[in-house]
C-alpha cells in the first residue's frame, strides 16, 4: 500500500498536545468526553502520580463503562531522591500502557503526561516510536506533556502546542477549584 492509501485508509490517530501553555490534560479530558459521548472505551493513564487532580478524578469515576483509568508512576524527576526506584515504575507504567495500547479493549488510550518518560530518558525512545507505529490501526492514542521530543512530534497525525500568553501564577493568583484541580 502506498503513503496516500494507507493515509486514506487510516482511522485511529496519534495526538500530542504540548508546550509550556496550561490546557493539555484538559484538552485530553475533553477529548476523552467526546469519545465516551460516542459510547468509546478509553483507557487513561496518568504518569505522574500527584498531578492528577481530584475534580477530573470526580468526574471521570461517573463513567466506570466507559473509562479506565490508571495513576501510575511515582512523584518522578525534578524532585527525585531515588532514580533507580523512578526509572523502575516509569517502566512499568510504560508496560502496562503497551498492554492497554495492544489489548483491542479500548479505541482510545490517553497517555497524560508522557513525555517526561522520554525527555528524562526513562523509557527506551525507539521502543515508544515502534509501539506507536505498530499501534492497532483504528486506536486513537492521546499524548500529553511538556516538550515532546521531536521523532514523537514527526510521527504524530495531530500536534497542538499550547503557548502560556497569561497565567493567574504569574499575577500570584491561588489555584482555584474548578480551574486547576
Ligand atoms: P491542565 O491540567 O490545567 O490542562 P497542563 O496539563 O497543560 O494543564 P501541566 O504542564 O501538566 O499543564 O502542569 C500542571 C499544572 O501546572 C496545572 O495546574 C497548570 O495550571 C499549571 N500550569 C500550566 N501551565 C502553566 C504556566 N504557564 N504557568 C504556571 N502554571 C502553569
Ligand atoms: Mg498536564
Known amino acids: 500500500m502506498t503513503q496516500s492509501e ?18 493539555k490534560t484538559t484538552a485530553a479530558i475533553g477529548i476523552t468526553m467526546r469519545a465516551v459521548g460516542h459510547g468509546f472505551k478509553v483507557c487513561f493513564i496518568q504518569f505522574i502520580k500527584g498531578s492528577w487532580k481530584y475534580g477530573e478524578m470526580e468526574a471521570i469515576a461517573r ?5 479506565d483509568f490508571h495513576v501510575l ?3 518522578f524527576t525534578w524532585k527525585s531522591d531515588d532514580l533507580d526506584k523512578d526509572r523502575e515504575a516509569a517502566r512499568s507504567a510504560w508496560e502496562k500502557a503497551k498492554e492497554a495500547i495492544f489489548s483491542g479493549r479500548y479505541q482510545m488510550v490517553v497517555l497524560d503526561e508522557f513525555t517526561y ?8 525512545r525507539e521502543e515508544v516510536l515502534r509501539v506507536l507505529n505498530d499501534k492497532p490501526r483504528d486506536l486513537h492514542i492521546v499524548i500529553t506533556g511538556r516538550d515532546a521530543d521531536p521523532k ?4 504524530a497525525d495531530l500536534v497542538t502546542e499550547m503557548k502560556a500568553v497569561k ?3 504569574k499575577q500570584g ?3 482555584q477549584k474548578g480551574i486547576e484541580f
Open 6 to 23: 494507507k493515509s486514506k485508509t487510516k482511522k485511529g490517530l496519534i495526538l500530542v498536545f504540548t508546550g509550556h501553555g496550561k490546557g
Open 63 to 67: 463513567f466506570p463503562e466507559n473509562i
Open 73 to 75: 508512576g511515582r512523584g
Open 117 to 124: 518518560l522520554l525527555s528524562y530518558d526513562m523509557i527506551d
Open 152 to 155: 514523537l512530534l514527526e510521527l
Open 167 to 169: 497565567h493567574p501564577y
Open 173 to 175: 493568583i491561588k489555584a
